[in-house]
């Protein structure tokens, strides 16, 4: 198989596996526990934090391990909103992912916060006056993703940040997708929280993290041990967390050479583009991740073409994975309101660091000898 669905989750290397094997077959204290094998999995624990700020550019202290991107969401929005303050707006993006934007219009209807949701126009990008404009004295937070996982448009953070800073308000950003793609630092993003989840970039499933700012706290979203700075209790899944520090090395180490990713999508888009007429690419006005390909193969239904490609030997998705099996187009492409015949045909391809340039070759060749049904 040609793996090209790497932002729904991507395989772990060898390296990752072996970083996580000691901490199940000999170091598998519980890390709280005051005995030898206890302190060597404490130490593993401790050793991986600093591995991940070194990716998010913080400090240690103010990492915390989650058990993926969507529980590092809900804590930031539950632990703020369950805080009970005196502000009560939360203000984002129509293209955020489900694991905020639905959670958003729970807390809407349950807690009471006023939502307001800034728009992007048909290239992906936030129309960043009328998030100046949502940003209020009553603003308690604004959460923003850093890159999109349909199209892989980056947002501009900093600037957005500026925004919400200015009026007193927090700025989350979902770096799920961002993570290990593009350079991070919670200081020059200007974050207060920072998710990010491990099975994006190489870690096993299971495991993510989240930063919170020195001096900010969270309201837990369970009680227990009080682990993880009593904002997430539960002994912490060690293995797990050795390998994430594994995969966040190698991807920091592997950064310079992103270039390679991009050469690859950017040669995968254009080699799409020269043999099928009516497509095009989405975002492509706008700065992007270098792994990733929303290409919209107009007037056909893109779970069609996602199922002809794996009949092919191909994995892609049409646009997210989460969306899959839904047949209206997916909430990203109507945010950006794109035309129905654009939006049903767009599927995204994603690469990693581990896609060759064969793969790239034998994907193009298979999507211009397929015969797709059109949509009328
Ligand atoms: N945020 C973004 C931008 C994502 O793309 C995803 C997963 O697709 C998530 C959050 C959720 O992450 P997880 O699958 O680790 O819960």
Redesign the pocket.
């Known amino acids: 198989m040609i793996y090209l669905d790497n ?2 989750t991507t395989r772990v290397p060898d390296e990752v596996l072996s970083a996580m094997t000691p901490f199940y077959r000999e170091l598998y204290g519980n890390p709280h526990a005051i005995h030898s094998l206890g302190r060597r999995a404490h130490d593993g624990v401790e050793e991986a934090r600093a591995e991940l700020a070194r990716l998010l550019g913080c400090n240690a202290s103010e990492v915390i391990f989650t058990s ?4 590092g ?1 809900a804590l930031v929005l539950r632990g703020l909103v369950d805080q009970q303050p005196r502000r009560r707006k939360v203000v984002t993006t129509a293209v955020e ?1 489900p ?2 934007l639905t959670l958003l219009r729970a807390l809407e209807r349950e807690r009471a916060i006023e939502l307001e949701i800034v728009p992007v126009d048909t290239h992906g990008a936030i129309d960043l006056d009328r998030m100046r404009d949502a940003i209020d004295d009553d603003t308690l937070l604004v959460t923003v ?1 850093l890159a ?2 349909e199209t892989g448009v980056i947002h501009p953070v900093a600037r957005v940040a500026e925004l919400a800073h200015a009026r007193g308000a927090l700025l989350h950003v ?1 770096a ?2 961002a993570a290990g793609k593009i350079p991070l630092d919670q200081r020059e993003l200007g974050a207060d929280f920072i ?1 990010i ?1 491990g ?2 970039f190489h870690a096993p499933k299971g495991i ?1 993290a989240l930063t919170i700012r020195k001096g900010l706290k969270l309201q837990p979203l369970w009680y227990g041990g009080g682990q993880e700075l009593g904002m997430r209790s539960g002994t912490e899944p060690v293995p797990a967390i050795a390998g994430f520090a594994a995969a966040a090395r190698l991807a920091r180490e592997a950064l310079p050479d992103y270039g390679r990713v991009r050469a690859l999508r950017d040669k995968l888009e254009s080699s799409i583009l020269a043999r099928v007429k009516e497509a095009s690419v989405n975002g492509v006005t706008q700065p992007r991740l270098g792994n990733t390909a929303s290409i919209a193969f107009h007037g056909i239904a893109a779970d069609e073409l996602v199922r002809a490609l794996d009949a092919n030997g191909v994995c892609v998705s049409a646009g ?3 969306h899959s099996g839904s047949v209206e187009p997916s909430g990203t492409m109507k945010a950006m309101g794109l035309p129905l015949h654009v939006a049903m045909g767009a599927v995204r391809f994603s690469l990693s660091r581990y896609t060759t340039e064969a793969e790239i070759d034998e994907a193009v060749s298979v999507v211009s000898g397929l015969q797709i049904n059109i949509m009328h």
């Open positions: 932002n729904a993926c991107g969507t529980e969401n992912h694991s905020v993703m999109q996982n979902d799920v997708q998710t989840s099975h994006k993510g997210a994975a989460c």
